[in-house]
T-cell receptor, first 113, second 110 residues
Framework: GAGVSQTPSNKVTEKGKYVELRCDPISGHTALYWYRQSLGQGPEFLIYFQGTGAADDSGLPNDRFFAVRPEGSVSTLKIQRTERGDSAVYLC???????????FGPGTRLTVL | RKEVEQDPGPFNVPEGATVAFNCTYSNSASQSFFWYRQDCRKEPKLLMSVYSSGNEDGRFTAQLNRASQYISLLIRDSKLSDSATYLCVVNSNSGYALNFGKGTSLLVTP
């Protein structure tokens, strides 16, 4: 079956711009996670959705970052006023529920110039 | 101090060699432990879970020492296709968020 998909695969933007990153989880997976992976580092947790609600957004670095999952399936990570330090690979994962195996998408590579 | 610490390597080994990776974690309340594999510019994929009694999957053996808060991965008879970054992963207090180490880079050469 289809895995987790993310679009775009690459995004280049200028400092100060707004970007949206999309994640399409595996069908039927109720849990969805966003992670961020900077160069040479492991992924870092950003936010967890169970269904439509953000159950835990404690990993979001500041209020420029926001994510939604209005219908409990597709999720969008939104970054306002991008900064060069936001450059990273943004990974989305989904699972059948919390504490079950997380399947990762291929990521969106964000470059802020 | 990071919650999960790993030696970043790189480990360069010849085909057929045995190689071991170690990692330590700081949260003694952690309940779930994993090794993920990440190929260059690809997403992480679960290699194996790690259980207290130790577990094996083909050429791969994982061990957990809760008292020392130490996790290991042993790869026997290395193949060229084992070349990748190996990420040590521990679940957070929440139970669902994963804490990743920086990863250990392995290069298996002919």
């Amino acid at each position: 079956g289809a895995g987790v998909s993310q679009t775009p695969s690459n995004k280049v933007t200028e400092k100060g711009k707004y970007v949206e990153l999309r994640c399409d989880p595996i069908s039927g997976h109720t849990a969805l996670y966003w992670y961020r992976q900077s160069l040479g580092q492991g992924p870092e947790f950003l936010i967890y959705f169970q269904g439509t609600g953000a159950a835990d957004d404690s990993g979001l670095p500041n209020d420029r970052f926001f994510a939604v999952r209005p219908e409990g399936s597709v999720s969008t990570l939104k970054i306002q006023r991008t900064e060069r330090g936001d450059s990273a690979v943004y990974l989305c994962a989904s699972s059948t529920g919390p504490a079950y195996e997380q399947f990762f998408g291929p990521g969106t590579r964000l470059t802020v110039l | 101090r990071k919650e999960v610490e790993q030696d970043p390597g790189p480990f360069n080994v010849p085909e057929g060699a045995t190689v071991a990776f170690n990692c330590t974690y700081s949260n003694s309340a952690s309940q779930s432990f994993f090794w993920y594999r990440q190929d260059c510019r690809k997403e992480p994929k679960l290699l194996m879970s790690v259980y207290s009694s130790g577990n094996e999957d083909g050429r791969f053996t994982a061990q957990l020492n809760r008292a020392s808060q130490y996790i290991s991965l042993l790869i026997r008879d290395s193949k060229l296709s084992d070349s990748a970054t190996y990420l040590c992963v521990v679940n957070s207090n929440s139970g669902y968020a994963l804490n990743f180490g920086k990863g250990t880079s392995l290069l298996v050469t002919p």
